[in-house]
């Protein structure tokens, strides 16, 4: 049997972009140094700041978001130094693994990946553990769909004297953040995820305690791909870029933020709220089980399942993509489970519905028992009583 | 509260277009004399003819798909010729008064707009009125979602000497339709319906005796921008057109053209006839009643949807369009009905799912009863065997 | 020797398009009576009504500009109508000869198509002739490259109790043209010329006087592709389309409008002036002729070089476009001439240059003597001459 | 006075894409684990290696161009390592700063940015300096416009046993190329150069030994943006990817890389030196001078011009850009220089008129005696010759 024709990206990212996005992506090329080119630059970082809610320093540094990781990570810390990592998943250990491999000193709490690290328990241990001059979490664990809560451990870390280095790739412009408010130093994040765009561009907020650590830091990379200090010097001071940026992601992130303004970002935000209601509702009364050990901890996002022993995810997801054209992810690490992204363009209208009904008739053609109507039935209600909320 | 941003154009046409068909809209717009451009043409007439499954010429008329119907009628009809015409839906009987107005003598088959008129009727009528010229019919009744079988009528109107002229606007490219085979002399499609191109050319197909009457006929239009002879004396035999052709939608329909040739033929016509047995099924399950007075004759590329009195039709679909994101069509003068179109791309993977969901919760809102889950269900029952099927 | 291939459209229409409004005609299509769709069509009549410079009722008829004038001509005539016609071109030419097969009276004042009808000699005309209840006119010959001066003609006409209508199919959008303070009564213009749009739409604007006439005329179209009266009856007093309009053609004539407007109408007009005086300062320098017999009656969106009896001017426009890989136009029935268009976004920058140069080149080619080098001096003194006195 | 438009990219890169390249880079993004965008990435690195002209390992990073020189310098060298790199410009010398920053042993040639390295200066260097395990090389200094010699310094290193790393940054594509007969170790090329596409993606070639060199290098990055190894370890091995790539830039490197296949490698090359022959005889003939020391070493993708002390080449690359909307590149560290770029698509027709006609213009506006009727005139003589040679 022939594979299906791709009609639905749900992955949890690179998602699906609007028409629009893609339109200026395929706009023409031009001269980094045009006047046109440089302007639309300059814009992207404003909007961009608008979206981190922030007023520090934007840096969109050409390359898929881990780039951006890696270079904060680089630059803030060096050998010997003292940082607190949280692992609560497949992006937090890693995390953990760069730090060590920099020359770190690792502290770490680790959790299920199923749960996710408590602002209770980062202040216990930077009362325990004094010296501590970093602190790095991930805010949403994108391979297994959970939040930790940076609302407070940011204040927290800052309370302690640490700072702060969060990777938002995959919640900025979907679920809330809020940078200066919550004193977070270096925010990282991706076009591809809850903006909708392209995965060619990570986009960082740096604040001007966490600009002087890296510039004072001997360790932060220099006349690198991965180097911050090259950003701050040539394009901050200026305004020579370090390398050639890619014009095309730069005019499809521009677009991408300029989409979240229009809409709002608090409208924005509640709307992958809603769809994610929407999905996790549909889930439960599917008779399937979330993976999330609460609905506190389940990232507005992606929604993951847990699959049982008898069904490979990697299977699951592949019959379904074939099948039916739907493209969902798998667990990618953090165990067997099944994400439905709701993310950007995909976190409205009917698409939660299009990923329960792959997901639960493909589940049902690998075996398990999946009362798919009355999944459907609840995210619609759920769906519906949002609309009429918005009504009142 | 604020409508929601468009999802899903699920409308009987125009319907949703795929991006590759978008980006052939989008290319760039060369002079019509262009050598480039004189090619494009010609290669879309010839992979017109393979869709239409003809030897006959192509015209490619600028206009949506009526000024081709005008055309034809105008140019195939001369007062006092005693025409046919099968009325079982609203461009039937449109067909009609057009036929009165050019002076045509005119006969008619009319049965309800939820039916349709048989071959056995239709060569009863010829054997008891001799001497008729034309046999005019629609082979898909977008409005009302029916079919009427020209396999069986076109070779009856020539048995009985009667040329053909049959509106397949809706059906080309969806639905079986075999010109040369049921020897039509002329057929007239849209490239927005099954093909899933732009509402901006007419596509017809024309035999060389029906040349011969438009060329002859005095009443056929010349120097005018509904004239068939034109397209014949000025690009056929000149190629010199007749006005400016409209070089995007050419673009455009050669794209939808090889889209669907690359698909194959047989594969889409199956594709529709699969999607439309899902939706069927879904109505049903829903406890929803299905407009056409039975399957056989249910157009394959748009299922109507009977709304008992206390809901309005196009109050209904303004509700699940504003609410649901997801637009359908109402009866457009029919009767009081929904339309779910599954049309082109939209005859595919989970498209039939969401268009169900919308509509299920859309009636539920106004008051309807309607068992979603039951009706989504047996849609994906349908949809996974129409899978296994084609695994075997 | 293969094609070289296309680079540039500098021809008199298609003309190119800009990205942007590329990117309009490859948005999604979405159905004629979505609210973003109704939305869309009455922007589209909005701004068109300032690039008219009128309160008239504005028609977007779907097809080629000449649809409009086929509609308009039939709608405003009758049998036995004194009719007075302006011949001055091919386009005049052949409005008198549908007059008079639409049964009106035909009056005309024809001149050699390198000259222009003067007003003097129309109010001559309509003061020995009294009775007259029509005058048309061709704002812009495009196959000559002349115009005709209807800020005065309009007037005069009003003067005699003669509504007026003009084709300005390649001239609204480029030279000035100003429906309200001219008191014209029904102008026709088309996307693919000065606004650099599809050959998709004709946009007409319709006064108050001459819709009465047209709904009162027993011979107006009616029911017809090409019926004014439809437009009226269904769309501009009940908001029911006639029939489906080409959805993507709209999306691009917005776009081209808003384009239009952004850079403000004097603005673009000024800029077809500009690459005017460059282009026919160019083609003298080079010791080429113009075809126009005064600079004040050439056209600002097209200049046309007369050709010497020894080099074709179709074989000139094929040697240019398959050599250099620039489209230019032939003379389409004027003479022997070649056309370099400085339309839409081909009135700017450099083009003209680009023009220039190929046909310089080619008919060097073919013979000719041409002091290439001397024509483009010549251009780009007259461009940087423009740019010095806007930098005042 | 206001800046004009954008109407030409002429720089040297990123330089102007096609509407095809355009509508490529605006395709929908897929999931990077979707069976359409595997199959495209591995069509993307076959097509790589038909251009490269080799049957090495591909590997596509995504970045721009110098994250795979940074990516291939690191992996090449280790403390100590005795290498020779040849510096003729501004990356070649940056070249070197790298390799000493690594720890290399640095032996360079270096020579005035005018002029070229010659292959009889690398082998005496090799025969007089045993031990040399890596010769880097600058295939074309985009600055200055000027090419050395690979095909002969790839089997001379080769022969003294020592392997390549060249920057062929924006010469694959446009000017010959030969990885495998010149015997060379590792290319780095982009896709904004000659191929016409975006900036986001660095194209290696990487031989059999220089893997196994790149593996067993402890000091090889690992676990970086900036990794080989990652890519071989896990792309190359094991089909997982090191970070999500860059979707729609892969779509766009794949359409470019159809284009030059499509038109031919041989060809393309040729259409690239026509245009540098065309644009130094307009230089030459204008009264201006050249930048390289001979025709023999300047680069066939991008032509410098040699500025007066009295001219500043920044100055002059604004005013042209604001005046005549033609983006030209100035010297970029290695001189008073501009910059003409005939690069993929601009390599062709009458572009090479175009910027020379705005340079020509521009310097005059700045008060330097340039004969740009000459120019014009020499380099249109020099098109057409090309066709006639190609027509015979």
């Known amino acids: 049997m022939s594979t299906a024709p791709l009609d639905f990206t749900l992955s949890a990212g690179p998602t699906m972009a609007t028409p629009r996005t893609l339109a200026a992506l395929g706009s023409p090329i031009v001269y980094h140094y045009d006047p046109e080119f440089i302007a639309t630059f300059h814009r992207a970082e404003e909007k961009a700041a608008k979206v981190f809610k922030t007023t520090n320093d934007i840096v969109l540094m050409q390359g898929e978001a881990i780039v951006g990781l890696e270079a904060a990570a680089r630059a803030m810390t060096r050998p010997g130094m003292k940082v607190l990592n949280l692992a609560q998943g497949v992006f937090g250990k890693g995390m953990g693994y760069w730090l060590t491999s920099f020359g770190a000193e690792l502290h770490e709490i680790e959790v299920p990946y199923n749960e996710a690290v408590s602002p209770q328990a980062v202040e216990e241990y930077l009362q325990q553990n004094p010296g501590i001059e970093l602190v790095t979490a991930v ?6 769909g959970t939040v930790t809560d940076c609302s407070k451990i940011g204040p927290i870390a800052a309370k302690y004297g640490a700072m702060t280095l969060i990777d938002a790739v995959s919640s900025i412009g979907g679920l809330e953040f ?6 977070i130093d270096v925010v990282v994040t991706g076009a591809q995820k809850c903006l909708g765009g392209p995965p060619g561009i990570a986009l960082l907020a740096i604040s001007d305690r966490a600009w002087e650590r890296i510039l004072d830091n001997p360790n932060s990379p220099r006349d690198s791909y991965v180097s911050l200090v090259d ?4 394009w901050k001071q200026n305004e020579a870029f370090p390398y050639t940026p890619s014009v095309s992601d730069v005019h499809g992130v521009e677009s991408v933020l300029d989409q979240v303004l229009e809409e709002g970002l608090e409208q924005a935000i509640a709307r992958h709220a809603a769809a994610a ?9 599917m008779g399937l089980e979330l993976w999330a050990a609460s609905d506190e901890i389940a990232a507005d996002c992606v ?19 074939n099948n039916y054209g739907v493209m969902l992810s798998s667990g990618q690490g953090a165990g067997n489970l099944l994400r439905l992204a709701h993310m950007g363009p995909s976190a409205r209208g009917m698409y ?3 990923g ?3 997901m639960g008739q493909g589940l049902r053609d690998l075996g398990m028992q999946v009362d798919i ?3 459907i039935d609840a995210a619609l209600t759920e769906i519906a009583a949002t609309r009429q909320a918005a009504a009142v």
């Open 139 to 144: 805010h949403s664990e994108t391979p297994s």
């Open 178 to 183: 809020e940078t200066d408010e919550w004193q």
């Open 231 to 234: 950003w701050k010097l040539k």
């Open 277 to 285: 209601r929407a999905t996790r509702a549909g889930v439960r009364a």
């Open 303 to 321: 929604t993951s399942v847990r699959l049982p022993d008898s069904v490979d995810h990697v299977e699951a997801r592949t019959h379904i993509r």
């Open 352 to 354: 939660p519905i299009v």
């Open 356 to 358: 329960l009904a792959a």
């Open 373 to 375: 109507g009355a999944g």
